[in-house]
């Protein structure tokens, strides 16, 4: 049975995954210290220290992205907005059983993804796009 706070309250995996993430943190100071930049010699070593950096510096990179995440949403509410329709939209639509016309191509969901179907014929060869 589901409780009152089900969707406030993150499963147990949720919780691991956060608490490895937090493990994980380094020091701030370390991720920012400007000293340690320096121009790589070549292509190879540049490649090799953007992989070294991402896996060091792995959950300082995601809590920062998480809380620029949060500002923008924070800071316009029309992308909340925005965001709020897409997702009702997209929910009312898989729950569909015919496909959506739009503007003459019909929008069906296969799995997760969303593709147009051409439903006629276009009328102006300006419309046309070669096969690829």
Do not use: I
């Not at 969707?7 to 995954?17: V, Y």
């Amino acid at each position: 049975v589901l409780g009152p706070g089900f969707l406030l309250s993150p499963p147990g995996w949720a919780w691991r995954w956060l608490g490895a993430r937090r493990a994980g943190l380094r020091p701030w100071g370390s991720f920012l210290d400007q000293r340690r930049f320096g121009v790589p010699r070549d292509l190879g070593e540049l490649w090799r220290r953007l992989g070294q950096n991402a896996e060091r510096f792995q959950s300082n990179y995601l809590l920062l992205f998480l809380a620029l995440l949060l500002y923008c949403l924070l800071s316009s509410p029309l992308l909340l907005v925005a965001l709020g329709v897409f997702f009702g939209v997209a929910v009312r639509l898989r729950a569909r059983e015919a496909p959506l016309v739009l503007l003459g191509a019909a929008l069906v969901f296969l799995g997760s993804h969303a593709a147009f179907r051409e439903l006629e014929p276009p009328e102006s060869a300006e419309l046309q796009m070669e096969p690829v």
